[in-house]
């Protein structure tokens, strides 16, 4: 029996079967609401008033009072990146991969919209963070037709808007072996994430740890992808 040399052997670490992807990203997300549940415990308490608040009062006072021309593109990306809105995007984003790729791979923006959702709704379960007052219309300085009443931390179009970006360009980096869609998924989130300070919806800390969280689920989703048999 002739061994196989060690650099012809197919890499068992490399490709995951659909059983480990799932468990490898059960993990990952068992991790990032561990971390982010302790990280908004942390900063901004329980309900509201951690240390965090003081800057975060600094910059929603400094965002609303230079909104500039934003307010009306912002309105727009807080539509689109609702949660039902981004949902029915999600799929049919998946249905029009399967069609191209027939792969398991076709679920990334899928699987990285419910992962990010997720993880907003069982943070936000255990801290209850109120929003700015700016987030409910007539209040003052608020816009008009926005009125955001659920809790505040994470910001819900950071955390799911930036894991989908990012598990979708990431995919195409990792398969094409480029840089480039690394750094535009970031800056496509960073503006998202802005547009939630444009419109007084959000404090700070939510967006920057929504950013944090959903640029990891993101990643990690495109990874497994990338690795699937």
Known sequence: MVDTPTSARPAASATYSISRAIAVLAGT????????????LGLVG??????????????WQWAI????PLIGVSKVIATVGDAPALGAICVLLTLAL????????ALTPFVAYLGGEALVFLIRE?????RPLTADYPAPGAVRGVHETSYSFPSGHAVAVTAVVVALLGLLALTRGR???????????AFVADTRLVLGVHWFSDVAVGLALGASWGAAVAVVARRLR
């Open 29 to 40: 997300a068992i991790c990032l609401l561990v971390a982010g549940t302790a990280v908004g």
């Open 46 to 59: 329980r309900h509201g008033g951690g240390p965090a608040q003081g800057w975060d009062n600094r910059v």
């Open 65 to 68: 009072g230079h909104r500039g």
């Open 98 to 105: 399967w069609l191209t790729l027939r792969s398991p791979r």
């Open 126 to 130: 255990v801290v209850h963070r109120g």
């Open 179 to 189: 840089w480039w869609p690394w750094l535009v998924a970031l800056v496509v989130a």
